[in-house]
């Protein structure tokens, strides 16, 4: 059973991210399952380190980025705002190039608060980064 508020329009979606840090750094939503959603993000200038590989705030920001646009897509958005209240990010290997794929999957949904399982993975499908984050659900 499908965990969304309503139908979703990717195209829609990735435009809502223009002019904020998801634009900047290009980060794309590329799919939406039943219960998960993925986005990439390239590993160029603007996200690596000055040693070369893949910044772990940018990590941190692709994987808040992901779960926060999946909890907005969970609650009715003319009642309620999804914010990011807490993430734990463990940084497993490095990346110097091409692209890094977050999932988001839902280890909770709840009234208040939603929390997400991110892994974010590397071209060949390598486990980058780990990630939690507790989303706040608030009223309008």
């Keep these: 059973m499908a965990i969304w508020s309503t139908e979703i329009d990717l195209e829609r979606l990735n435009k809502l991210s223009k002019g904020s840090m998801g634009g900047f750094l290009n980060i794309e939503i590329t799919e939406i399952g039943e219960d998960f959603m993925v986005g990439k993000m390239p590993v160029d200038e603007r ?53 890094v794929y977050a999932k988001a999957t839902p280890l909770h949904i709840g009234k208040t608060t939603h929390v997400w399982d991110i892994k974010i993975t590397n071209e060949e499908g390598k486990l980058v980064n780990v990630s939690r984050l507790t989303m706040a659900i608030v009223p309008y």
């Design 47 to 99: 996200t690596k380190q000055p040693f070369g590989v893949l910044h772990g705030g940018a990590s941190v920001v692709l994987a808040e980025s992901i779960g926060s646009v999946a909890s907005n897509c969970i609650v009715d958005v003319t009642k309620f705002r999804c914010f990011g209240l807490e993430i734990n990010s463990n940084h497993l290997r490095p990346v110097s190039g091409g692209f």
